[in-house]
């Protein structure tokens, strides 16, 4: 593997967990290039200068990133000597999580290495000499760190699967570069439209598995499902129920409920987060209407929900993903006799009827997420979602050159980046190991 | 020995042992370069021999030679004037990959570079065989080299370039006899010299086929395979170039001739162990291809002339060290070959090497300052393999004596670059060859843009003449013009189909450059649109522009990544660091670190087991002591 330092790298920089605040920070020639496109008031941000203002971005979601602060340092006059941009955002792990693979999806930007910013400040000289063997050291711990924590996450299937990704590709490789470098030779070559197939074997599940990253991360985080409804269906007594604690406050009044509630809950081995949410319906006070937002916003992140209707409730005035995975609750039971049909469960939170039925039906839906993946394979490590990202790009321009018919050697540029790629997770793929792998194979040589 | 070769025993300032593809483009390079220069060699009339076949370039190698051209090397102008039968191979394939070959007449070859070596000025030529370098207590400096007839020479650089000589063995079956190459006796004495010097060396072996008589073949069970009929030369320098087109013969092998070799397998030093060193791969012995491609019932052999009208025939594809009734009782199972006669059977040589991991990017060994190491010694094979590193041994040889900085090729500038950094940062276990795939930058590095990216470089060293350059210079300029048209030129796509082109995406409109990009499309269907200044540019220039229009965007991305390389990878390593005290290292990197002692931080991060966090950490510790050094 080769060492890039002259781009530019973004993390993460307050310490893992919800904090109040978190900073990102993004070091680099293309900090404040990265930066531009998604914030509102680029044009403001001048060196040392605390800007306020919004982030937008199709896959960021609407309204979350409201509050933010961009400051931008100019290099050298900066920690790590670089240009630099810190965004200080409201929220908890996930949204950190959520900017920052925003940020790195620009090509110019890529997830910093164990220790790589304070590398940066101590080689433009921002730390002072005397502290060079803390520095080494604390790298060193750093990435032995990452690398175990790499390596538990690549055990058994990731490991298998991703190698059997870098098994195929130099598969193709070798039959590429004999060509080139033994066109002189008796070989039967495969002629290069052969190799689309596998290069489409191989990005198909690779985009399989960037998904998984999403129920890699809730294995960790908790599933998280929203009880969504129209006002006063009871959704906060369902979650009150649910939790076996009073938690949220249940009254008669539509409307109640304004903020998003939170909380929990060790369920058949998996988290699970209950969220309770404002009732939708069209009109409001503006307190509701921004609860509305974040209710609509939670439906977005959901594993699946569970939606709350009842006989005294007009139904839920919202069109629903198409395939988000909903438990259809009709609750209040005890108020109607003649329930209308077509509902998964019927409960009432009173006599806690269905409840049980209830608790079996969250627990297959999360059997269910647990067992997705792609050959029982799920990720969750964001370097491994960055790497596998960067790899099915190069999968993509390797298959637009297949299909222009290019040339092997277009097809082995691509190949071969691809596999730089991947070598970041698994190990790297050298020349030798492509030659070893066609001496084995031909019988090259005159 | 011609006059100007007369030895006197002075000093010189550059001594370069061994006249064959290495030791002769040392030799002109340092003394063109107006090094006094002595060239040793054990047989002048040998200079320049072609050991094993009679062919220069080929896949890879054409690219090396090419550059060695752009350089000021000899090779390639040697090639074009001893030429045979030329041919541009991988035609059917992208432009990156073309190389070019030449079979060559041997004798011919061998006498147009010791006419060079004699004729050259300030170049003498001794006859005698090296046997011990002489360094300065505490041996860490080279002060000269002793022959076998007891003559000391003085120099201030040594370049070695000892082929297959050093310890020499030859296997034919169970006979082994110590020889350099057939016919010529083995080098003793530098190896033990080198070794009491703390140099580490290992053995390799590689083979050569059978020499066949030419009227003992029945051509008409063959299969004729001509060059091309409009050959390219490999020098930028060559003009009025119309070389002979001599044909070579394409037979096979069948299941006969392996039975015949599998039943004699036990007598093939190879496979009863005799044989310690390490073969290459790339090039096996016809028993090697029969044991391990068992499943294969036929290998292909081509009969090559040696040289013109020579009654004496190379059996490409045939390399062995069976006994020799063997080789030929199985030779004469092939059709053509049933009445064969041998001029010489064909044999494995083993000798010495000196794992290249011990030298600097110059390609001056680490312990002993003012020697030199180019060619098989380095664990190479191959005729430009050795004769790329003669010439960046010459050179670098040569800003030793003036006290200036060596000249280092990157890995993206040149396949010469490649192969010094592959050299010096791998650890070879079988001969090196160079392969397109071993270069990162293969767009880049085309051997039809090898002067462009060179040709300024041997002009500033002092070894391409102002006029090549002036030449070269006007390619780039005429290259330039040419592109900057292409790009701003638009045709509609409506238009399109007038040049019988087809449209193949949905937009409007494409500039000439763009419509280059396109598979299948070259200039030839661009001319209507063409200006008449453009009808000037020769053909050579022309495709050389379309290939340029080809590759761009994979170049672009080739160049960006180059660009995001380290701005540390030419960050000079401090010596004499003691690694094995740098806890914050892995343990396998620090033994590689201690052993190699790479120069930069470059070479650094690419020797195996050194990761980048290895990396990271010797940047502050460089930071540190350069700081302390300079504070
Ligand atoms: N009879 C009956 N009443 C219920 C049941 N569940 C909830 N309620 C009542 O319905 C009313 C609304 O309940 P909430 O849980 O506050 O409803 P909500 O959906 O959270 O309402 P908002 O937060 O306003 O959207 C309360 O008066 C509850 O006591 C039930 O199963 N049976
Ligand atoms: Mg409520």
Known sequence: MQLTDNDTIAAISTPPGSGGIAVLRVSG??????????????????????????????????????????????????????????????????????????????????????????????????????????????????????????????????????????????????????????????????????????????KAKTRDLIETYFYGKRLEDGFRVPIIGSPNSGKSSLFNLLLGQDRAIVTNQAGTTRDTIEKGFIFADHTVVLVDTAGIREAGVQAEISGVGRSKDEISRADFIIQVSAPDTEPLSLELPEDLETIDVYNKIDMDKTPPEGYDIYLSCNTRQGLDELKKMIYSHVVNISNAGVDGVIISSERHKDALRRFYTQLEACERAVLDALGPEYIASDIRLALDVLGEITGETTPDDILNQIFAGFCVGK | MSENSAVSRETYDIIVVGGGHAGIEAALAASRLQKRTLLITMKIDALGRASCNPAIGGLAKGHLVREIDALGGEMARATDATGIQFKMLNRSKGRAVWSPRAQIDKHAYSAYMKVVCEEQPGLSLYEDEAVAVLTDPPETKIVGVETRDGTVFSCVALVLTNGTFLNGLIHIGDKSFSAGRIGESASIGITESLVKLGFDTGRLKTGTPPRIKRSSVDFSKTTIQEGDETPEPFSFTTKDFNPPNEACYITKTNPTTHDIIQGAIEFSPLFSGKIQGVGPRYCPSIEDKVVRFSEKSSHQLFLEPEWTDAEQLYVNGFSSSLPEEVQLASLRSVPGLEKVEFIRPGYAIEYDFFPPSQLKASLETKRVSGLFFAGQINGTSGYEEAAGQGLMAGINASLRVDGKDPFILKRSEAYLGVLVDDLITKDTDEPYRMFTSRAEHRLLLRYDNAHFRLSQKGFGLGLVSSDTYQAVAEDMATTEKAEAFLEKTYIRAVDLESLGLEQTTSKDSYSLANLLRMPRVEVEHLKPLLPDWFSSIKPSLLSLIATNSKYRGYIEREQLQVERLSRHQNTAIPPQIDYMSIQAISVEARQKLQRIQPETIGQASRISGVSPADVSVLLIIIKKIVSRETS
């Open chain 1, 29 to 202: 020639p293309d900090a404040l290039a990265a930066i531009h496109p998604l914030f509102s008031t680029p044009e403001k941000l001048a060196p040392r200068q605390a800007v306020f203002g919004h982030l937008t971005h199709p896959d960021l979601g609407e309204g979350i990133f409201d509050d933010c602060v961009v400051t931008f340092f100019k290099g050298p006059n900066s920690v790590t000597g670089e240009d630099l941009v810190e965004i200080s955002i409201h929220g908890g792990a996930y949204l950190q999580h959520k900017l920052l693979d925003v940020l790195v999806l620009s090509p110019s930007v890529r997830l910093a290495g164990a220790g790589e910013f304070t590398l940066r400040s101590f080689l433009n000289g921002k730390i002072d000499l005397s502290r060079a063997e803390a520095v080494a050291d604390l790298i060193h711990a750093r990435d032995a760190a990452a690398h175990k924590n790499a390596r538990q996450q690549l055990s058994g299937g990731l490991k298998a699967l991703v190698e059997s990704f870098a098994e195929r590709l130099r598969h193709i490789l070798v039959i590429i570069e004999a060509e080139l470098d033994f066109s002189d030779q008796e070989i039967n070559f495969t002629p290069t439209e052969k190799l689309l197939t596998p290069v489409l074997g191989v």
